[in-house]
C-alpha cells in the first residue's frame, strides 16, 4: 500500500479530484487547506503582519492506495495540478506498512 501526498495550488484542485475520481479503486481523497512555502515563495505581507502574511495558501491532498494504483494516482495528480509555472507543488509516495479500519478491525489492504 502506498500513501500519496500532493501539495497543490487551491486554483488546480477542482481538477485534481475530478482526475482521483475518474480511477477505478480510488476509495478516498482527503484534502487539507494549509499555508506554507517552497523554493520559490512571494514575501506579500506587509509591514506589520504576522508570520501567516509571509505564507502561501497550497492544498493538500492525501490519497491511500494499493500498490498497483500508485502510478495513476501520481499522474492524475501531477495532470490536474500542472500550470506549467514555478510553484505547481510536489508529490510524495511513501510505503505504508498497515492499515486498520476502526469500526470493522479490517487490516492491510482490505481496510483501504
Do not use: W
Request: overall charge negative; proline content about 2%; glycine content about 12%.
Amino acid at each position: 500500500m502506498k500513501i500519496v501526498n500532493a501539495y497543490v495550488k487551491p486554483h488546480t484542485l477542482s481538477r485534481v479530484v475530478e482526475a482521483l475520481h475518474r480511477i477505478q479503486g480510488v476509495s478516498g481523497v482527503s484534502v487539507l487547506q494549509m499555508r506554507g512555502f517552497g523554493r520559490v515563495h512571494s514575501l506579500h505581507g506587509s509591514e506589520g503582519a504576522d508570520e501567516l502574511g509571509l505564507l502561501d495558501p497550497h492544498d493538500k491532498v492525501e490519497v491511500l492506495c494499493r500498490d498497483a494504483l500508485a502510478e495513476a494516482v501520481v499522474a492524475a495528480i501531477e495532470t490536474g495540478a500542472h500550470t506549467g509555472l514555478s510553484g505547481d507543488g510536489r508529490i510524495f509516495v511513501t510505503a505504508v506498512e498497515e492499515v486498520v479500519r476502526i469500526a470493522t478491525g479490517e487490516r492491510g489492504e482490505e481496510a483501504v
